[in-house]
């Protein structure tokens, strides 16, 4: 079983600087950063954006388009731990991404989308991390089956945690928006030994200061073993 402190609260944003001066006002230590080819044209930027703030970074490739060289060098300025990839690629774009990240300490890792298998077969080629999304985990699995969830969690880099419960509609909401769940799959992923970020996977809407501040005090009362009522949020 992990100490919750090893289990790093993230919030997932665009390069906007409003955003991230909500997310530190909030105390919240750790951003996943979401990119698009149109943000990665101006990188120069993004890069002095980023380097304003002293947050721990991993980064979400853009979804559509292909430049793992502008990446590269994104993650290396700001010190990203983690790149997250789709299932998007060819095999030879793969074979590049490998070839363009080797040798320097960021981790690629491949998100399940449709199916927890899908990206078993990269990881095992190219020693790639695993991006596990547990909004899309229990869609396919048609909620939470633990014993099997402890299993890919073990195998676990990066973590994406929403709102999200099996037949609801809170499809990239926040975390704190179930609370009841949300401390049963936190203390699911200390139970299976993980490290790293939990990236509360939320849309652009809900990417204000007062969500942000409620997600901080939610991740603290779980940290610090407080017991409370789901109706108090």
């Known amino acids: ?3 919750s402190k090893n289990i790093v609260l993230a919030a997932k944003c665009a390069p906007r600087e409003n955003i991230l001066s909500d997310i530190q006002k909030a105390g919240l230590e750790a951003v996943e950063i979401y990119l698009s080819d149109e943000i990665l044209n101006d990188i ?7 380097a304003a703030y002293p947050f721990r970074y991993a980064i979400h490739a853009p ?3 292909f430049n793992p060289s502008k990446i590269v060098e994104l993650a290396k300025a700001i010190n990203a731990g983690i790149v997250v990839f789709h299932n998007t690629y060819w095999e030879d774009e793969w074979k590049e991404i490998y070839s363009v990240f080797k040798g320097i300490s ?3 890792c491949i998100e399940n989308t449709f199916s927890v298998h899908e990206p078993v077969k990269f990881i095992r080629r190219y020693g790639f991390g695993r991006c596990l999304d547990l909004e899309h985990l229990q869609i396919e699995c048609a909620g939470v089956f633990e014993e099997e969830f402890i299993r890919v969690i073990k195998q676990a880099s990066h973590i994406h945690l929403t709102g999200y419960t099996y037949g609801s509609q809170l499809w ?7 609370p009841e769940h949300n401390l049963y799959m936190l203390n699911l992923l200390r139970k299976a ?3 790293g970020f939990v990236v509360s996977e939320a849309k652009t809407s809900l990417q204000t200061y007062e969500e942000f501040r409620k997600l901080r005090e939610f991740y603290d009362r779980w940290q610090s073993g407080i017991k409370h009522e ?3 949020w």
């Open 230 to 232: 789901a109706a108090a």
């Open 106 to 108: 960021t981790k690629p």
């Open 63 to 65: 979804i559509f388009g």
């Open 172 to 178: 990239h909401t926040h975390i704190h928006h179930s």
């Open 193 to 195: 030994g993980y490290s």
């Open 44 to 50: 120069d930027s993004i890069i002095r954006l980023y």
């Open 1 to 3: 079983m992990s100490n």
